[in-house]
T-cell receptor
Framework: ELKVEQNPLFLSMQEGKNYTIYCNYSTTSDRLYWYRQDPGKSLESLFVLLSNGAVKQEGRLMASLDTKARLSTLHITAAVHDLSATYFCAVIIQGAQKLVFGQGTRLTINP | NAGVTQTPKFQVLKTGQSMTLQCAQDMNHNSMYWYRQDPGMGLRLIYYSASEGTTDKGEVPNGYNVSRLNKREFSLRLESAAPSQTSVYFC?????????????FGSGTQLSVL
């Protein structure tokens, strides 16, 4: 059974600081997604990582995938208040279509 | 472009009532999904469909049924609603085989079972 675990689950940080959210998963996969969700809204796609060693960056966010370690990271550089949201990773079992989400990381960025 | 359309957006049911949540996508995607999200929690997979005419159970399928009669539509049915099914339901569809594999979400259905 595929399990996806994020940590931390809650993160409060100051503007201007750097931090990393971790996403671990329990079975072989080579496709991983990162999503953002604002309160009361649907999910917004951030990154799709399709291979080992994939790295993608958009503004202050950078995501990477290590399929051998079964680990993805979402790195936040010089955080700003607008990045406050809940961030989810999601993983597809290799060779299948089942897509499982992590619990989410609620990120609060304080001025 | 409509993307993924869910109806209704809000619904209140009494315990024991039945209803169907509708989801349609206009992107010609093969894979479609139904998730539920409870307050302060992540998304849990209810059912998914890899292609037209096929469906598979996810993490929390009990109390639900699904139907994928054509490529465009994937419906979720609650036969006898229970208070534990109060949640926000999201439908999603996914590109496959394009090298992009992006997942698109609907706007959600907020369901309350009294």
């Amino acid at each position: 059974e595929l399990k996806v675990e994020q940590n931390p689950l809650f993160l409060s940080m100051q503007e201007g600081k750097n931090y990393t959210i971790y996403c671990n998963y329990s079975t072989t996969s080579d496709r991983l997604y990162w999503y953002r969700q604002d309160p009361g809204k649907s999910l917004e796609s951030l990154f799709v990582l399709l291979s080992n060693g994939a790295v993608k960056q958009e503004g202050r966010l950078m995501a990477s995938l290590d399929t051998k370690a079964r680990l993805s990271t979402l790195h936040i550089t010089a955080a700003v208040h607008d990045l406050s949201a809940t961030y989810f990773c999601a993983v597809i079992i290799q060779g299948a279509q089942k897509l499982v989400f992590g619990q989410g990381t609620r990120l609060t960025i304080n001025p | 472009n409509a993307g993924v359309t869910q109806t209704p957006k809000f619904q209140v049911l009494k315990t024991g009532q039945s209803m169907t949540l509708q989801c349609a996508q206009d992107m010609n995607h093969n894979s479609m999904y139904w998730y539920r999200q409870d307050p302060g929690m992540g998304l849990r997979l209810i059912y998914y469909s890899a292609s037209e005419g096929t469906t598979d159970k996810g993490e929390v399928p009990n109390g639900y049924n699904v139907s994928r009669l054509n490529k465009r539509e994937f419906s979720l049915r609650l036969e006898s609603a229970a208070p534990s099914q109060t949640s926000v339901y999201f439908c999603a569809s996914r590109e496959t085989g394009t090298g992009r594999e992006k997942l698109f979400f609907g706007s959600g259905t907020q369901l309350s079972v009294l």
